[in-house]
Each structure stands twice: as C-alpha cells, then as structure tokens.
C-alpha cells in the first residue's frame, strides 16, 4: 500500500508528489501519457510562477524548457470595446512538454515513484483507504490527490456532476505580424471567441488561438479571428504547421472550486482553479503544495487533511475571485464574475 497516490503529473501533481516524497512518505506519482506529454497552453510563466518554482524545486526553471523568445514580457490585453491594457512583467516562454517533464523529473529525484503511460481507470473509498484501479491492475492508498486538470473525469463519476468546460482551439503557423513576440496578446471583443482569443510566439511559430462553448462555432470564430489580425496587426500567415483542441474549465460566478471528498483530494484545474486568460500554472502549484501538506500534517485524519486544505487554498481562492472580478470590468461577457 502507498502512503498517496498522486493522479497526474502536472504542475499541480509533481508538486504534491514532491512534498510528499520528501516528507518521507511512499508516493506514486501516475501519468496517463508517455512523459514528454503534450499540453495545448500558452507556456507563460509569470513572475508569481517563477517565484513558486524556485521555492518548492529549489531552482530556477532550466533554459533547456524554454522556447524562443525565453523572454515574456508581459500581456496585452484587449477589451470588449476595443482598449488596449498592457501588462508589463518579467517572465518565461516555455514548452509545457519539457517544463512539465523537468517537474515530474524532480519529483522522481526526491523519492516518488513515477509510473507515465499508466491511466486511472476508478478510485473508491473503502475501509480506511482508497482503492485505485489501473487497466491492468490494481493499487491502494491511505489518500489519493487527483490532479487529473479539465478533464477531471474521476472527480464527475465520484460528484455525479457534469463538467462545465470551454473549448480551445489553436493553429501553429509559419509567418509574420506586426507585433512584438515578447508580449502574450489576449482580446475580449465578443465577435472574436466566446470567451477570449490569443496570439503569441513559439520558436517562431505564430499561436493563433480561440476559445468557444459552442463547439459548432469554432471555425466561424477562428476565421473571424485570422481576419481581424490581418486587418489590425499585419498577420501574413505562409503556411499552417499543426492545429489542436483542449479544454479547460468554464469558470462559474463565485470561483467555486471542489477541495476533497473523504480520503480523495483536488488540486489544481481540477479542482477549479483557474485565473483568467487560463493561466492556472501558479495555482497548480499552490494548491498541489496545500493538498500534501494537508496530508502530511492529518495523514490519520482524512477529515482534519479536508478541512486543513481548504483553509489553506483560501488565500489561492481569493487571488482567483479577485482577478476574475478584474477581468469583469473589462469585458460585459464576464459580468456575473463581479463579487
């Protein structure tokens, strides 16, 4: 039997698998795709993240997960009317396959046992642990923390909820605009996305992205997208290189987020956490390192870990509810994100 059993080698599980590993207790760390594993994400680490990555991997973020330019700026953002906000700060470009993979890399080094290409097929609670089914077979453990991200499938069969998530879709292409690639553009216009649309550079492929409800409007939203940055930015695309969809989770009015149930945990998107224009990397982070100290601090208490955690994720909670109310007052489509 393992201590815990860690679901998800993102951000938010190489974390807690970490700490806990550490902390000197038996952890399996699981991934189900073969590590480096591609993620659909902008890659921009801001100072916050850069902070927290020094603080629980004991170094700075490696330039070998870096992509050109290393170098972020900042954001430009975009409102609904068509104003421009910038945001100037110190930060990193990176590729989330390599930078997730170092992370998963350091868990491994500090005692956690990693299995890649291992899915999770069911968790249960049964007599003072938690059952974990694999394809194959089967593993138990005093606590399981799932940091499954979106997709949270474990998290909706044990809730009996249905997801509510947006839908992201990105081009990679080879060309030109006239924009400084150090800086992440978003735009809120309501005729661009449902939700928001991107622009940003790795290794000189140009990210064009929008996100949507309604799947059946990608394309419309896309193409409205390409257009408007021809118009306003000069974008002259040579030739597309790659597309991809992800999704992430829709961000209720309030923020809610979902802490634990019994012996099973939540971390990161997972569990809700997600600030807007979907960097939800800081928060990974932070509520990965709450959710193992939590069950370090109650490991013979799985109420006490429960309310432990959800204490600690407060000051995680009200940085997200203060800057979706930010981003309220940008842009009418988030209204009911004002507290």
């Not at 998800?8 to 000197?24: F, N, Q, R």
């Not at 680490?45 to 050109?68: Q, Y």
């Not at 597309?243 to 945990?265: N, Y």
Request: net charge negative; charged share 25%; proline share 3%.
């Amino acid at each position: 039997m393992y201590d815990v059993i860690v679901i998800g080698a993102g951000p938010a599980g190489c974390t807690a698998a970490k700490t806990l590993a550490e902390s000197g207790y038996r952890t399996l760390l699981v991934e189900k795709f073969k590590l480096p594993r591609y993620k659909s994400c902008s890659g921009q680490l801001i100072k916050k993240t850069l902070e927290l990555v020094r603080t629980h991997f004991g170094e700075d973020v490696p330039d070998s997960v870096t992509c050109a330019p290393s170098e972020s700026r900042g954001m430009i953002l975009t409102d609904d009317k068509g104003n421009e906000y910038r945001f100037e700060q110190q930060g990193l470009n990176i590729q989330r396959s390599s930078f997730d993979e170092w992370l998963a890399r350091k868990a491994e080094q500090s005692g956690a046992e990693l299995r890649d290409g291992t899915s999770v097929i069911s968790v249960e609670e049964k007599n003072g642990a938690v059952e974990v089914k694999f394809k194959e077979f089967t593993e138990q453990a005093k606590f399981v923390i799932d940091c499954e991200g979106a997709v949270c499938a474990l998290k909706r069969k044990l809730l009996k909820i249905r997801p509510s998530v947006v839908t992201t879709y990105q081009t990679f292409n080879e060309g030109t605009a006239d924009l400084d690639y150090h800086y992440f553009y978003a735009y809120l216009q309501p005729e661009l996305s449902e939700y928001d649309a991107w622009f940003n550079v790795k290794d000189n492929q140009l990210v064009l992205g929008v996100s949507v409800i309604d799947g059946e409007k990608t394309a419309l939203y896309y193409e409205r997208f390409v257009k408007f940055m021809t118009e306003n930015h000069g974008l002259k695309i040579v030739r597309e290189l790659k597309t991809d969809r992800w999704i992430m989770p829709k961000i209720l009015s309030g923020c809610p987020i979902d802490c634990a149930v019994g012996r099973i945990l939540f971390a990161g998107e997972c569990a809700g956490f997600l600030n807007p224009m979907g960097e939800g990397i800081s928060a990974a982070i932070e509520s990965g390192f709450s959710a193992a100290r939590a069950v370090a601090e109650h490991f013979d208490d799985p109420s006490a870990a429960a309310r432990f955690y959800e204490e600690s994720v407060k000051p995680v909670h009200t940085y997200m509810q203060r800057q979706w109310n930010f981003t309220a007052r940008l842009s009418d489509r988030f209204k009911g994100m004002k507290s």
